[in-house]
């Protein structure tokens, strides 16, 4: 989580706005591909044209930047990797975020003070409103990881997946359209690809899940007559 955050914030600042949201995208596409590979489970079918699809737009967008999106497959790999932690991890949702967030904690304050000691800090050398906003950035950081802890459990595993694409949509018009990032044709037909294969991944599992529900209650029912 903090290598994602570190990579996260580093790119934003530096103008790759939209390249972050490409991470974040398919980062649900290959949390399926390491599923696969660590906990053997197998694709389906609509999940590997999904997944086809999702290398099909990366590589799109790196011809059309000339370069292979590095950060945004290494932000990718890092959500997908802490995601199956997360998921071969047997603690309660909001007890994993404040464990993570206390690890985390020590060496975050290290920094911190080291560069307040080296005059590269920030906070307290420049104006009382920049002050409040890094203040504000921690609160606004912390309260969506406990409302996402605490939500989780109480909707299903499908509807959580699709909420959490609308933070790099969101984002990714925020690049395009506020902050001007360039942004070529050859680069909207990889994120396109992108897009189709996480319609395809989000349907597919609506679909799926309906069954697996559909099939529980008929056995449930059948039980009990």
Known sequence: MAGTWI???????????????LGVFISPVLSV???LIVFKEPLRLWQRLSVLLATAGVLVVAI?????????????????????????AHVGSIDGVMVEVALMFPPSLAY??????QGTGVFLHTSASIDWLLFGCGIVTIIPLLLFAYAAP?????????????NPIIQFLLGVFVYHEAFSTSK??????????????????????RMERYVSNVTIDERDS
Do not use: M, R
């Open 188 to 209: 909207l037909i990889g994120f396109i690809c992108v897009w189709v294969s996480l319609a395809i991944f989000a349907f597919e599992s609506i679909l799926v899940y």
């Open 112 to 117: 911190l003070v080291y560069c307040q000691v």
């Open 64 to 88: 059309a930047n000339a370069k292979f999106p590095a950060l945004g497959i290494s932000i990718a790999t890092l959500l997908s990797t802490y995601s199956l932690i997360k998921k071969g």
């Open 154 to 166: 109480l909707i299903s595993f499908t509807l959580l997946g699709i909420i959490q694409y609308i």
């Open 33 to 35: 591909v390491l599923a």
């Open 7 to 21: 990579l996260f914030f580093w790119g934003v600042l530096s103008g790759y706005v939209d390249v972050t949201s």
